[in-house]
């Protein structure tokens, strides 16, 4: 990304939401290396207090290797000066009133300062129970809405979604946003007041029956997959997902709204560093239990193509569709798709040889000190 582009972002106040997690995470490490003189970032985190939501976001985000380049290049002191000068992490939860921010003078303070929102929090679970995916995904995105329209400076809300809204649909896929009530089963219809009546009514089934904390799990889970698999989504997160853009969309009004769907988001290409990556989650699970040689063969296609974005990809997308859009106003919510294979397919048959080649030459070893082959 040019830095002329992130200039733009000199002075700004900047509220993002799941910042503990894998991307937002990279996108705060940009902003903190390549703008310094970003005037605040406002980090919503899940804790119990402020204090707790800075003590996570030292521990997790900070302290992680991620910020590796900053501290060596720059110094601990640099880095330590520059968090607590410029981040004010704040505990809070999207899928509560006013984001979970129970101090209403803070509030207050935050719908006058903040320029943009950055909303990438969200439950990533694929079977996630029905009701929190619901909590989360949907009701947390219209939370995140109302806080943005209480800003008086926002004009662009930002969202990150998934290219995994479009489901199983194939060829060219345009960046066309949804309308409400629509499906990707196209003889039904989505109501989202009767999904969470829905979730209601098996709540109140499994209280009258005593259900354990397990059975309820199972049993709101399963309710997930199959409203998912009625309307045409894989699973409970795309179809959650696929909800919030809905709401978001609904309830718009003036305010800007992009949406950015990337597809599977791994490790950083160039920045800070090459292929940085934490947790283990998509093509990484199959990587990794290949290189622990529990992965021997895999059914597939050689030729189909896999579609991945690494993370500072996305990111720059996120920060360049912001500024693209900042002054602009559109009647439409504004979709980009992140993703690979149109320009730069990768095959499985590749991705199968690069795994065979890295693991040839950088074996690994099992418990008892022998290499994998
Ligand atoms: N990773 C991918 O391959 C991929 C691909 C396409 C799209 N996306 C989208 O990209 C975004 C970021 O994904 P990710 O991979 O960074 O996910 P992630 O690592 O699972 O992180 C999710 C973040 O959201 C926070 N969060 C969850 N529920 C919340 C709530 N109720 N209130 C406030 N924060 C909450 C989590 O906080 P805690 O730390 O407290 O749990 C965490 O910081 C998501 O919107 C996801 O749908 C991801």
Redesign the pocket.
């Known amino acids: 990304m040019e830095s002329r582009t992130i200039e733009q972002f000199q002075g700004k106040t900047i509220l993002i939401?799941?910042?503990?997690?894998?991307?937002?995470?990279i996108l705060v490490e940009k902003i903190l290396r390549v703008q310094p003189n970003v005037k605040k970032l406002y980090l919503?985190?899940?804790?119990s207090n402020n204090n707790s939501a800075r003590q996570?976001f030292t521990n997790?985000v900070v302290m992680s290797g991620l910020f590796n380049v900053t501290r060596e290049k720059m110094g601990t002191i640099y880095l330590s000066s520059l968090v607590e000068d410029k981040v004010l992490p704040i505990s809070?939860?999207?899928?509560?009133k006013n984001?979970?921010i129970k101090n209403s003078q803070l509030r207050e303070h935050m719908f006058k300062e903040i320029d943009i929102i950055i909303?990438?929090?969200?439950?990533?679970?694929f079977d996630e129970r029905y009701d929190i995916a619901m909590?989360?995904?949907v009701i947390?995105a219209k939370n995140v809405l109302k806080f943005a329209k209480s800003c008086k400076k926002v004009k662009t809300l930002l969202?990150?979604?998934?290219?995994?809204v479009c489901g199983k649909t194939t060829g060219i896929l345009s960046e066309k946003s949804f309308v409400m009530g629509e499906t990707l089963n196209k003889n039904s219809y989505l109501d989202m007041d009767k999904e969470r009546s829905i979730i209601a009514s098996k709540f109140k089934e499994l209280r009258a029956q005593n259900a354990t904390p397990k059975e309820l799990t199972i049993a709101m889970k399963e309710l997930g997959l199959q409203r998912a698999s009625l309307h045409g989504w894989q699973n409970t997160?795309a179809f959650t997902?696929a909800m919030g853009e809905v709401v978001l969309g609904h309830l718009k009004e003036n305010l800007q709204i992009v949406i950015?769907?990337?597809?599977?988001?791994?490790s950083t290409y160039k920045e800070p560093f090459p292929g940085w990556i934490?947790?283990v989650?998509?093509v990484d699970s199959f990587i990794l239990a290949y290189g622990k040689g529990v992965l021997n063969f895999y059914y597939g296609d050689p030729n189909s193509k896999f579609d991945a974005?690494p993370?500072d990809m996305?990111v720059n997308t996120i920060l360049a569709a912001v500024l693209a859009h900042e002054n602009q106003y559109s009647e439409e919510v504004v979709i980009y798709h992140?993703s690979s294979s149109l320009n730069n397919p990768l095959k499985l048959s590749d991705l199968m040889l690069y795994t065979f080649h890295y693991f040839t030459k950088n074996p690994w070893g099992n418990k008892d000190g022998k290499t994998i082959k």
Do not use: W
């Not at 909303?119 to 679970?125: F, G, H, R, V, Y």
């Open positions: 939401t799941g910042a503990t997690g894998f991307l937002a995470k919503l985190i899940r804790a996570r997790e809070g939860d999207i899928s509560k984001m979970g909303n990438s929090a969200a439950t990533t679970n909590n989360i995904n947390g969202h990150v979604s998934t290219a995994y997160y997902k950015i769907r990337p597809t599977v988001i791994t934490e947790g989650k998509t974005i993370g996305v992140s």
